[in-house]
């Protein structure tokens, strides 16, 4: 690899997969000789890697995407690529300043196009634009990584979705699930500990339940491959849907030594009529039956989730419904979110729209309830000794992760990342964040 004496910096929305995919680049614009700056910083380059699940997220897009213009000052070539590129490419390509339009299923090309853009850039120049249908990819994009910006290393192992909620815009921008080979998986996460140092894996896709389905893998099986790296201590999966979870496939993780007990489920609604017109696969019965599978086989068990507050049709019964489920799962986490129309779904031609004020305060009755569930389920660890990875020291204070994924900060000066520590959790912190130990 030579020096090119040019800079690239990142701007990453959404989702982990999305974060992959940018480390991803980053490496493949690395090997061409770039050196990495920060996106406030002036530099040659500019990648925004785009999110458009929400309205707010299309407007964060558009905010770096210009952002990276100014920081420019129009010298400098600015790639967009990623979810909201691939659903309105015409629109991206209209911001004044960008250089390069990449969708989601060629990213990779993202250095090659960038460099036969630079040195050409002026006022009247047109953007390179590579945004094919994304139904056209039949297999998932060639991309690997070989380190992690922290000591959790998320990799992407599936891509697209194809369950087609009624509420949701992804299918658009992912298309079909396309799954990573086993064997490519396992030669990954073995450059991701050897070169990046990481110690937990963190397997994730799109649709992560879906991995395997094109290929005649499962994603069972594939934990139990990358379990077989004497470097991985750790691995946890990405998002899952509750479907997913059936007792042999339950059973079989629950045999992997090095698999922690945390799982997150997408939830959505605790009101069964919300789910029906959401289109999701699952009731409340079916979920928590889940939840209770997980419970039988993992001591220790945390499940997180996510919540959409004020979908269109919710009443205050329906609402009091999800108030009542969260109660019964016991959630370690929620992550809540007021409904956001997008458009071309089946949801935003719905009636019994909810306003802005309605969705807010049924946001925070819910956080408020989350946050106390949360306190009472951490106070039943004070007092124990669990295993802590160690990711960073900050402000005197180690921080890491329990098995089951409680946050933890504690003083010892001697811990590294990637380091292990038994410690005796001692007491919540005043908001439930984290729990402080010894």
């Known amino acids: 690899m030579t020096k090119n004496n040019k800079t690239v910096a990142f701007c990453t929305l959404g989702c982990r997969v999305n974060q992959y995919e940018t480390r991803a680049v980053e490496e493949a614009f690395i090997n061409k000789g770039f050196s990495v700056g920060k996106f406030t910083d002036k530099c040659d380059v500019y990648v925004i890697n785009t ?46 300043g960008v250089s390069v339009v990449l969708g989601n299923g060629d990213k990779m090309s993202a250095v090659d196009l960038v460099i036969a853009q630079m040195g050409i850039i002026s006022d009247d120049s047109i953007p390179v634009y590579s945004v094919p249908d994304i139904y056209s990819y039949k297999e998932i994009e060639n991309m690997s990584v070989t380190g992690s910006d922290n000591t959790r290393a998320f990799l992407k192992v599936v891509d697209g979705c194809e369950n087609h909620c009624s509420y949701c815009i992804i299918p658009s921008a992912r298309g079909k699930v396309r799954s990573k080979k086993p064997e490519d998986v396992v030669e990954e996460c073995k450059a991701i500990c050897k070169v990046g140092g990481c110690r937990e894996i963190v397997l994730t896709g799109i649709e992560t339940a879906a991995y ?18 004497p470097d991985v201590k750790r691995i946890r999966l990405g998002s899952l849907e509750p479907t997913v979870l059936k007792e042999d496939f339950v059973k079989r993780l629950s045999a992997v030594p090095n698999f922690m007990p945390h ?12 789910l029906a017109r959401m289109k999701r696969k699952y009731n409340t019965k079916m979920f928590y039956e889940k939840l209770e599978l997980l419970r039988k086989y993992f001591p220790d068990c945390e499940i997180t989730t996510d919540i959409i507050v004020g979908f269109p049709g919710e009443t205050n019964e329906e609402f009091k419904q999800t108030l009542v489920f969260i109660e019964k799962c016991r959630f370690l986490y929620i992550h809540i979110f007021p409904y956001s129309d997008r458009k071309d779904t089946v949801a935003s031609k719905m009636d019994g729209k909810l306003s802005l004020e309605e969705k807010t305060k049924r946001c925070a009755i819910l956080n408020k309830r989350m946050l106390e569930i949360r306190r009472e389920i951490l106070d039943g660890y004070i007092g124990r000794k669990m295993p802590v990875l160690c990711e960073q020291a900050k402000n005197g204070l180690v921080h890491g992760y329990t098995p089951n994924f409680i946050e933890t900060r504690f003083e010892n000066n001697a811990a590294k990342p990637n380091d292990i520590i038994e410690v005796t959790l001692s007491q919540i912190e005043e908001n439930a964040e984290f729990v402080f130990g010894l």
């Open 263 to 274: 799982f997150h489920l997408s939830l959505q609604s605790g009101s069964d009529s919300v």
């Open 212 to 229: 395997g389905k094109d290929i005649g893998c499962d994603l069972a099986t594939l934990v139990e491959k990358v379990s077989e790296n």
């Open 51 to 96: 999110c458009t699940v929400t309205g707010e997220s299309d407007r964060k897009s558009r905010q770096m995407i210009r952002r990276a213009v100014k920081n420019g000052k129009g010298k400098a070539v600015v790639a967009v690529m990623g979810c909201m590129s691939q659903v309105d490419a015409d629109a991206v390509r209209k911001i004044d």
